[in-house]
């Protein structure tokens, strides 16, 4: 299995203050994605990252290969939305759960 590194980015830096109603309800079928995925094994971790310059979504998951990867994240309702946009990067995660 490979891990990878995502890098989940908001249509703006205030969107975590300002969503409209329709985007929270694709925020919150998000968040039950993701919860499904670290259900499977997938998501190793997940969550926002409060940076000051503008909050973005952290993700570390595992897969076969970078395209199961990115069809994860392309399986996203805020992908299919086209709500959200990401960064997908290869890495090695040496966690205790992720090396089994």
Same mark, same amino acid.
């Given at each position: 299995m490979k891990h990878f590194f995502v890098k989940l980015i908001p249509p703006r830096p205030t969107f975590h203050?300002?969503?409209? !109603?329709? =985007?929270? &309800? &694709?925020?919150? !079928?998000?968040a039950i994605y993701w919860?499904? &995925?670290? =259900?499977?094994?997938?998501a190793l971790i997940y969550g926002p990252?409060?940076?000051p310059s503008g909050v973005w979504g952290l993700g570390v998951i595992r897969s076969e290969? =970078?395209?199961e990867a990115r069809l994860y994240?392309?399986?996203d309702p805020t992908m299919k939305a086209h709500l959200n946009t990401f960064d997908l990067v290869p890495m090695n995660?040496?966690?205790k759960s992720a090396l089994r």
């Open positions: 203050i300002d969503m409209s !109603e329709g =985007e929270r &309800l &694709l925020m919150d !079928e998000h919860k499904d &995925l670290q =259900e499977q094994g997938v990252v409060f940076d290969s =970078e395209d994240m392309n399986n995660a040496f966690m």
